[in-house]
């Protein structure tokens, strides 16, 4: 529906897209004097069903229901300072609907900013226009550039709590060029007091500093107060937790039946294999299609799922292990009439399984994948291995999150080194650099 602005000038929002998963962008065509425009891009996007009923989830105090409220607002805010803007300054010349769209694309989207010339940096720009800016910029990439979805909703979030902060302030329309570190500084005291952990409220601050940072490279503001701005650091990194090859064994014996049966297979099998529970279901499904045959033996190579842009790094090779391939013959086995059981199945089964087995902590699918990345190394495999058997980017992020050196891989290679015959009879030499 048209959102009427001036008695005259009409937004309406509306999507294109007819799918129904991931996210979609929203578009506006813009009527004025009896002109309406062809339907052009706003720079964000939403989740299909939550958008359909946007209005009733905003009142419920939906987290993102609110945000797109907030930001079709900031949309049409824009809209009418480009209409009065255009007014002023063709005095007695009729204003077009697309000269009020122009004007706004001009302003707002980032691609059409270089075209424009060179900016001036404006000290009345607020905070909050900088970030909706910000947004606008990152939903506007390029699909093989964009975020994922989940990430631009963690921005968006941040901009939920930066404008309830500045709400709390009194000052919503708090100038871009006055941030300071202490402004920082509140503002990560705010969104602790909120029962928010160190390490999200440190992310939220590097959000608006890199909201700050983008609006200086394009000369929209003349400073970035948030540039040198260092928040406490957040709480250590959560200890690696896998499941033993005791446990492992313990767990093929438990006397499970019916869907405890299943997720105990699945369990297994993502723990021999390292996959995602929906890539382990694909293989599984369609084991031959995957399967690779070399001198060494088999292994499956398959492109991650949850990478939506297919990079190179994340195609897995998966050395089949004999426990894989066995529990493979066993999983075919158990597909129902609606296919394999659902995540959330798994995970819930898991529940009662981990009290059985007096574990400190919950099994979940995740953890199987962890399990998988530290069979793989006590195996024999070397870290950058494992890092392309798990479809890792780098090899930080398997040795930070995944798998965390063993002492018994310092006992390996010690046995490798006493075994070794080669002698080094060349002696050391100290070699003096240039100071």
């Known amino acids: 529906m048209f959102t009427p602005l001036f008695n005259k000038l009409t937004l309406c929002f509306s999507t294109r897209s007819k799918q129904t998963q991931s996210q979609i962008m929203v578009f506006c065509r813009l009527r004025f004097n009896g002109e309406i425009t062809a339907l052009y891009r706003v720079g964000f996007y939403v989740t299909p069903q939550v958008w359909k009923d946007r209005i009733t989830l905003a009142r419920e105090g939906h987290p993102e229901a609110q945000t797109i409220a907030l930001t079709l607002a900031h949309i049409q805010d824009q809209h009418e300072r480009c209409l009065v803007a255009l007014q002023l300054e063709a005095g007695t010349i009729p204003v077009t609907a697309t000269a009020v769209k122009q004007r706004w694309q001009d302003e707002n989207v980032p ?34 550039e964009r975020k994922a979805d989940k990430t631009r909703g963690s921005y968006r979030m941040a901009g939920v709590h930066l404008a309830a902060f500045l709400k709390v302030k009194k000052d919503k329309s708090f100038l871009a060029e006055k941030v300071t570190p202490g402004f920082g500084m509140q503002l990560y005291d705010y969104l602790r007091e909120r029962d928010m952990s160190a390490d999200t ?5 590097n959000f608006i500093k890199a909201a700050l940072q983008h609006a200086l490279q394009y000369d929209k503001i003349g400073t970035n107060g948030l540039f040198q701005f260092k928040a406490p650091k957040g709480s250590p990194a959560k200890r690696i937790v896998f499941l033993s090859e005791s446990t492992l064994a313990e767990l093929e014996t438990l006397p499970l039946k019916g869907v405890y049966d299943t997720a105990r297979k699945w369990t297994l099998f993502l723990s021999y294999t390292g996959l995602d529970y929906k890539d382990a279901r694909q293989i599984v499904a369609n084991e031959s299609a995957y399967r690779v045959r070399t001198e060494h033996g088999d292994k499956w190579v398959y492109q991650r799922l ?46 009662p399984i981990s009290v059985q087995l007096q574990l400190p902590f919950k099994i979940c699918t ?37 798998l965390s050196i063993q002492g018994f891989v310092v006992d390996r290679d010690m046995a490798k080194v006493k075994q070794s015959t080669v002698v080094d009879t060349q002696p050391f030499i100290h070699i003096h650099r240039a100071s």
């Open 201 to 205: 409220a440190n992310r939220y601050l």
């Open 366 to 402: 995740k953890i199987c994948r962890k399990t998988a990345a530290f069979i793989y190394l006590k195996t024999g495999y070397t870290m950058p291995s494992i890092q392309k058997i798990m479809g890792h980017q780098s090899l930080a992020m398997t040795e930070k999150h995944y």
């Open 111 to 144: 691609q059409k900013l270089s075209k424009a010339g060179l900016n001036k940096p404006d000290p009345e720009a607020t905070l909050l226009d900088v970030y909706q800016d910000f947004l606008t910029h990152l939903d506007s990439r390029p699909k093989q």
């Open 306 to 351: 949850k990478l939506r842009h297919s990079p190179t790094w994340g195609e897995c090779h998966i050395p089949i292990l004999p426990q894989a391939e066995r529990l493979l013959r066993e999983l075919v086995k158990t597909k129902g009439k609606r296919g394999y059981p659902e995540l959330k199945v798994i995970n819930t089964h898991l529940k």
